[in-house]
Nanobody
C-alpha cells in the first residue's frame, strides 16, 4: 500500500499547480483522501479532504475559492488543483487516506504518503 504525492515545484505568485496523489495497493475512491501541508517552522495542517462519498471539506479557510480537489478514478488518483497561489502557500504538501470520512488530523489517516514541495516566489 502506497500513496505518492507529486506535482510540486516553483511557481510565481498568482500561478497554478496541480498536485497528484497516486494510490497503489488499494482503491482510493473507497477512501477519504486528505491533503495536508507543512510550512517551514510550522506544524502539519489539514488543507482539504474528499470523503468516500465525494463530500468535500475545507480545513484551511485561506484556500477556499482557490484550491479544489477531485478524483481521477481511472488513474486511482486524487488531484489538488491550486490556483492564485500566494507565498503563504509555500509548504510541503502531503496526502493521506482513511476509510469513509475525512479528518483534519494527520495521524487519523491510515495511509500517509511522502510530500511534494510547493514554493511560491517571484
Amino acid at each position: 500500500v502506497q500513496l505518492q504525492a507529486s506535482g510540486g515545484g516553483l511557481v510565481q505568485p498568482g500561478g497554478s499547480l496541480r498536485l497528484s496523489c497516486a494510490a497503489s495497493g488499494f482503491t482510493s475512491n473507497n477512501y477519504a483522501i486528505g491533503w495536508f501541508r507543512q510550512a517551514p517552522g510550522k506544524g502539519r495542517q489539514g488543507v482539504l479532504c474528499i470523503g468516500s462519498s465525494d463530500e468535500i471539506l475545507y480545513y484551511e479557510d485561506s484556500v477556499k475559492g482557490r484550491f479544489t480537489i477531485s478524483r481521477d478514478n481511472a488513474k486511482n488518483t486524487v488531484l489538488l488543483q491550486m490556483n492564485s497561489l500566494e507565498p503563504e502557500d509555500t509548504a510541503v504538501y502531503y496526502c493521506a487516506a482513511r476509510a469513509f470520512r475525512c479528518s483534519a488530523q494527520w495521524w487519523g489517516f491510515t495511509y500517509r504518503g511522502q510530500g511534494t514541495q510547493v514554493t511560491v516566489s517571484s
